[in-house]
């Protein structure tokens, strides 16, 4: 699976996969600025520790703000085996400017 998405792309996965997944790796003040509904919230510093309750058998939509933390999350779940990991090139922003444009940017 391709590493990266647009988040065009994304959009047209989670309409035609229901069993896709977003997981917002942005901080709890970032979440509260704006949000893809639905999306699975685990700060990027918690990921260690709680990676194990995450699907692996589905894809997985990884996303930040602009897409380097969630880089970086996708690199750590790669090397404990989650193989479905997709990172939403972009981030929320790009999400934001390309699927949700009244969604609120920072």
């Given at each position: 699976?391709?590493?990266?998405?647009?988040?065009?792309?994304?959009?047209?996965l989670?309409?035609?996969?229901?069993?896709?997944?977003?997981?917002?790796?942005?901080?709890?003040?970032?979440?509260?600025?704006?949000?893809?509904?639905?999306?699975?919230?685990?700060?990027?510093?918690?990921?260690?520790?709680?990676?194990?309750?995450?699907?692996?058998?589905?894809p997985?939509?990884?996303?930040?703000?602009?897409g380097?933390?969630?880089?970086?999350?996708?690199?750590?779940?790669?090397a404990?085996?989650?193989?479905?990991?997709?990172?939403?090139?972009?981030?929320?922003?790009?999400w934001?400017?390309?699927?949700?444009?009244?969604?609120?940017r920072?």
């Amino acid at each position: 699976m391709n590493k990266e998405i647009s988040a065009s792309d994304a959009a047209i996965l989670r309409a035609n996969d229901p069993q896709t997944v977003f997981l917002d790796v942005r901080e709890d003040s970032e979440l509260a600025i704006c949000r893809i509904e639905g999306a699975l919230h685990i700060p990027m510093g918690e990921i260690p520790e709680r990676h194990s309750a995450l699907p692996q058998d589905v894809p997985l939509i990884v996303l930040c703000h602009h897409g380097m933390r969630s880089m970086n999350v996708i690199q750590y779940l790669r090397a404990k085996g989650f193989d479905n990991t997709i990172n939403l090139s972009g981030g929320i922003h790009a999400w934001a400017l390309e699927v949700e444009p009244e969604m609120r940017r920072y």
